[in-house]
Each structure stands twice: as structure tokens, then as C-alpha cells.
């Protein structure tokens, strides 16, 4: 994810710089080499332990990461559009078409199969959440926004299923998201911070605030390619209408979206500063990357769109911190990776039970936590 996401800023930098879309080309076959490593180690486990496989969804922390497949895999989606169709031509195109509604389809079950394992046989507290609440939800709004890269494209039929696809899989996952962030806000607020081992989650909704923004944006300017004078017939009024009203719609509440991630970002960046000298480092440092990298992928679009140069100074900034903190969580990720220190095998030891109401928290807590 993170990779993926770098590799897509180091494309759209606001500023002409000579060799940035050949490290960012670097960048995307480095994030499918090692997409496709632990997707494969995880396709291994499945294979060869199939139940423990299985008791994994039922770990109430580390089944919310399932999300994060889709949203990886979408990364990889627009890499096509952006690397691949310049090179390769129809191809390509092709295989961005394919790969879209393969990551869809994964969306999707994130969207639905892990709260419903959340609803069924999970054990919450408010005092133990955190942010990840949201992670399953949230593949659906990255694929929106791929819908909008991929529908750039292709013909226009195919953009206008690309378009409601994405407009659907935006309503889908944004309204449920913006709920458990603000039930996030009450716990902050009820129950103080997390524990310092998951403090970094506090900057996951930056997440949602630039996917929400930046799907908007993009969706937007699809719907005005589609439907404009030219491409479509007067009778279809209601049509051409909606292809300026989704521009000029998309347009405001990316804005308004965007705004959230102005106030979120510097009270949690204050909230890491003063913790900075206790937080262990783990894989959860990550969310410093794809979230802040979603975000600053808005910014560009916002810059793109509006012409302003407060947002193209803002987008070359943001791509310039999270590449430097990309080299140094990777750093740490392979020196952590090598001597030990990070990675732990899940080995659940009862077996599981359904949650009712009133009943002992289930087994699949005392699950080992690592990624």
C-alpha cells in the first residue's frame, strides 16, 4: 500500500522534475514484487493450515486487516493506467479494465465479511478502540477512485459503468466510515489516547478524508468527459446535466472533504510529538504512509483542478515528507524484519465461539497481534 501510494505521487508531482516518472515507475514494480510475496505467503497458509487460516477472521485486530489487500491491489490497478497504457497501449488498458473489477470484487468482501465476523463472533470495548475499525470499509472508496483513473482510459461506455461503479462503491463505504470515525472522536474523548503501540492509528482517517475527496474530484471530472455537448444527445438533458452538476459538486466537497484532514492532521501530528520518544516501532508505523499518501493524492488532483499555487506548493511538500518517511520506515521495516523483532506467526489456541450478548470474550483475542 504504501509503496503503491508512492509511487502514484511521485508520478502526479506537481512540479516538472526530470527522472520522478522513472522512480515511480521503480516504484510500482517494487510494490508488486511485494504485493505478490505476501499475498503469497498468506495463499500458502491458507493451503497448507487451512483452520488457522480460518480463526484469523476471528481475531477481532488482525481480520480488520483484510482491507488491506484490495487497497494494495488498487494501487497496482492505477499503476497500470499511469505506466502501463503509455507503453503497451490497448494491452494495458485492458488489464486496467480487468484488474478494476477483480478489485472490486475484494473491495467488496471486505466491505461486507469482516464486520459481519465484527458483528457475529468479535468482543469490542470503546476503551480498546482504535481507527482500524474502519479499515475493512475503506477498500471501497480507494476502488472508487480507481474507477476514475481507469475510466480516463477506456471507451466511453465503458466509462460510464466505471463512473456509477464508483459513485456506488463511494456511497457504500464513506458514510459507514465517517460513522466509526466519529465514534473514534467519542472513545478520544471518553477514554483519552490509545495505547502507545497503536497511537500511530490516530492518523488513519486521513485515510478517508483524501479517498473521499480525491474520488469526488476525479468522479467529477469523469462525469463531465462523459456527458458534455459533444458526447451526448440534447434529449438526454437530465444526463448532460448531471455531467456539469457531478464537476461542480465534486469540486465543493472535495473541498469540504479535504478541510477534515486539515484540522485531523496537525492535532494528531501534535498528539505523535509528544509521545514520540515512547512509541515502539511496528508495523503499524505504516499508517503513516498510504493515509497521508491518499491525502496528498487530492491535493494534486485539488491543484489540477483549481490551478492554485497554495495547493501545489502543499501537494510537492506532502510527496517530499512521506517520501523521506518512506525511506525511513522501510529502513526500519528490513532492519526490524532481520533481526527478528517484527513479524509473529498467529497460533490460535481454542477453538472459536460465537459473541452473544453477555457471553466471555472469545478466544481469537488472545491471538498474537502481529502483522
Not at 3 to 26: H, R, V
Not at 151 to 165: M, Y
Not at 334 to 359: C, D, E, I
Request: hydrophobic share 55%; net charge neutral; proline share 6%.
Amino acid at each position: 500500500m504504501g509503496t503503491g501510494i508512492m509511487s502514484q505521487l511521485l508520478y502526479t508531482f506537481p512540479y516538472p522534475i526530470s527522472g520522478l516518472e522513472q522512480l515511480g515507475w521503480a516504484f510500482w514494480w517494487l510494490n508488486i514484487v511485494l504485493f505478490t510475496l505476501f499475498t503469497g505467503m498468506q495463499l500458502a497458509q491458507i493451503v497448507i493450515f487451512p483452520k488457522e487460516a480460518l480463526l484469523m477472521l476471528h481475531d477481532p485486530t488482525q481480520s480488520l486487516f483484510v482491507g488491506a489487500i484490495p487497497m494494495g491491489f488498487a494501487t497496482i490497478v492505477n499503476g497500470i493506467v499511469f505506466f502501463c497504457v503509455p507503453r503497451f497501449g490497448s494491452p494495458a488498458v485492458e488489464a486496467a479494465w480487468v484488474t478494476f473489477w477483480i478489485d472490486t470484487g475484494l473491495s467488496l468482501i471486505s466491505g461486507w465479511l469482516v464486520p459481519y465476523y465484527m458483528f457475529v463472533y468479535h468482543r469490542h470495548r470503546m476503551e480498546t478502540m482504535t481507527s482500524v475499525w474502519f479499515f475493512p470499509m475503506v477498500p471501497g472508496v480507494v476502488t472508487a477512485l480507481s474507477a476514475a483513473i481507469v475510466a480516463k482510459v477506456v471507451d466511453s461506455g465503458r466509462a460510464t459503468q466505471l463512473l456509477f461503479t464508483g459513485y456506488v462503491l463511494w456511497g457504500m463505504t464513506i458514510p459507514i466510515a465517517f460513522i466509526v470515525i466519529a465514534i473514534f472522536f467519542q472513545r478520544l474523548m471518553l477514554h483519552n489516547l490509545p495505547a502507545k503501540e497503536s497511537l500511530v492509528s490516530c492518523l488513519l482517517p486521513m485515510g478517508p478524508f483524501g479517498a473521499s475527496s480525491g474520488a469526488l474530484l476525479s468522479l467529477g471530472m469523469v462525469a463531465m468527459d462523459v456527458f458534455n455537448e459533444r458526447t451526448t444527445p440534447r434529449a438526454d438533458a437530465a444526463l448532460l446535466s448531471f455531467g456539469h452538476s457531478a464537476a461542480g459538486v465534486g469540486l465543493v466537497a472535495g473541498l469540504i472533504f479535504w478541510g477534515f484532514g486539515v484540522w485531523w492532521l496537525p492535532m494528531t501530528a501534535s498528539l505523535l510529538c509528544s509521545h514520540w520518544g515512547s512509541l515502539p516501532f511496528n508495523m503499524g508505523w505504516w499508517a503513516f504512509i498510504f493515509p497521508m499518501g491518499i491525502y496528498c493524492a487530492a491535493t494534486d488532483t485539488l491543484a489540477k483542478l483549481t490551478g492554485l499555487q497554495f495547493f501545489q506548493v502543499m501537494g510537492a511538500m506532502l510527496t517530499v515528507a512521506i517520501f523521506l518517511g518512506w525511506v525511513c520506515i522501510m529502513g526500519m521495516t528490513v532492519v526490524r524484519a532481520w533481526q527478528g523483532h517484527l513479524f509473529r506467526a498467529y497460533s490460535p489456541s481454542q477453538p472459536m465461539v460465537k459473541v452473544h450478548a453477555g457471553s466471555p470474550e472469545p478466544s481469537a483475542r488472545n491471538g498474537t497481534n502481529g502483522v
